[in-house]
């Protein structure tokens, strides 16, 4: 499985972003996707998973402002992120569990200036 992916960019406290995570293949199949965070100086964090049953999980961080969604046509993940605050700044990485293995994507930048 490669992930590839994208949407980080700088955006005020308040603003709004998009993540998108394309996976080779379909990711039907896929027990888990989501996306993690790794802000400097911090362990890689847990921000939001999908399940291929739709069911969802969200670190208690971003509960309420953060929405995970997956088109199993597209092979695509999508994070939502709305309301943003400085907190939220780190690199955002795509995840996926297939099979007892463990995948990640290179990375999208958020940074959240004023």
């Known amino acids: 499985v490669q992930l590839q992916a994208s949407g980080g960019g700088l955006v005020q406290p308040g603003g709004s972003l998009r993540l998108s995570c394309a996976a080779s293949?379909?990711?039907?199949?896929?027990?888990?996707m989501g996306w993690f965070r790794q802000a400097p100086g911090k362990q890689r964090e847990l921000v939001a998973i999908?399940?291929?049953?739709?069911?969802?999980n969200y670190a208690d961080s971003v509960k309420g402002r953060f929405t995970i969604s997956r088109d199993n046509g597209l092979s695509t993940v999508y994070l939502q992120m709305n309301s943003l605050k400085f907190e939220d700044t780190a690199v955002y990485y795509c995840?996926?569990?297939?099979?007892?293995?463990?995948?990640w994507g290179q990375g999208t930048q958020v940074t959240v200036s004023s």
């Open positions: 995840y996926a569990y297939l099979r007892g293995n463990v995948y």
């Open positions: 293949g379909s990711i039907a199949s896929i027990n888990v």
């Open positions: 999908i399940s291929n049953g739709g069911s969802t």
